[in-house]
């Protein structure tokens, strides 16, 4: 019975989602910025990754902050891949905030205070401070165990040593409990902090290297540490300006982090941090690394957020913020005056406007071969081809959908490869918008609340609709 039950148990956390544009890994530009035809999932929009690049690199070396970059082009012309890029090339330490502008409205806060919460979410900084560790090789631990059960607590000794000298400690069952969790044995490097007697494994000594019996495939080895035992180290922390909010204003502190409870945050308690973070940088103890708030569909903000991001990129704290939309010449949401983007102008003299444009039949046959790869599906060369040119009369993301649905189909008639009939079969199962569009029109009085005015319109309708 264990037998049968170990055969059917499946492996969950090879499970992963394939998302719109998870084949990004950066922007594919080369050293000198400048970008590659096809590299690290990004295709075409040379002028735009370019552009994206020369911003990047200046975000990297802190040379501007409080510096606002606009998106601006047609549907499907890669302006969210690229900021995911821009995101993938940043790493780690600098923080990048991604929202939709119509979050704004679903919020239980203000429009003003869930904008803060962005902008400060987007602002790291970067605590040094000087602890004390113990940091040496393990040579041996004898822990003394009680003989009746709970007669008394366990203790016990642990020897270190470095290149240099040999000491041995004596242990508590607290420490010798997180010896205990952290798996070490003689011959492993360790790091005891000794403020909060957190121990870290640095690995196993190149002495035991020959130790076979003790090796495996993830095991690490270091240099045993020279010089003394007890040593000042520095350790960095990163952490959100955000983070640092939240801890500070609510009773259960940093746990409201993980429940997102975060709630609207006062003014005074943000004043504060930002008069002890303004101390920490003139002692050389933290520094401001300002991140990247990125806002898609910024159209869909109202008049009173943009008033509040043209006040709020003044701030000497602001990150970059990185727009993007979609529209022509629209209103501005709340008012009756039309704008470029739907931004008003005055916001708009202060953005740096990088175009996108549509993408060419080559373009999209190398988007589809990636997107293919990264949806795991063979296709053929012939139904590439019919692929790229549904993409190029209807759109690059109607042709992207296909892919799925049509692998779907090709397994249905038990074939291995994608081919042109299953491609032809798709896309008679599911409609572009042209068609639907031409569709609604023919049928329209078949329709309840159909609008009158479309009968008139005819074919431009469908074209204007389309675009």
Known sequence: MAELKLSESRDLTRIERIGAHSHIRGLGLDSSLEPRDVSEGMVGQTQARKAAGVILQM?????????????????????TAIAMGMAKSLGLETPFSMLSASEIFSLEMSKTEALRQAFRKSIGVRIKEETEVIEGEVVEIQIDRPAVSGAASKTGKLTLKTTDMETVYDLGAKMIEALGKEKVQSGDVIAIDKASGKISKLGRSFARSRDYDAMGPQTKFVQCPDGELQKRKEIVHCVTLHEIDVINSRTQGFLALFTGDTGEIRAEVREQIDTKVAEWREEGKAEIVPGVLFIDEVHMLDIECFSFLNRALENEMAPILVVATNRGITAIRGTNYRSPHGVPIDLLDRLLIITTQPYSADEIHKILDIRCQEEDVEMSEDAKQLLTKIGHETSLRYAIHL???????????????VEVQDITRVYSLFLDVRRSTQYLMEYQKEYMFSEASMVDGGEDDADAMHD
Do not use: E, M, S, W
Not at 59 to 79: C, E, M, N, V, W
Not at 404 to 412: E, G, V
């Open 403 to 417: 892919i799925t649905a049509a692998a779907l189909n090709c397994q249905k008639r038990k074939g291995k490869v």
């Open 59 to 79: 975000i990297k070396d802190g040379k501007i902050a409080g510096r606002a970059i606009l998106f601006a082009g047609q549907p499907g012309t890669g302006k």
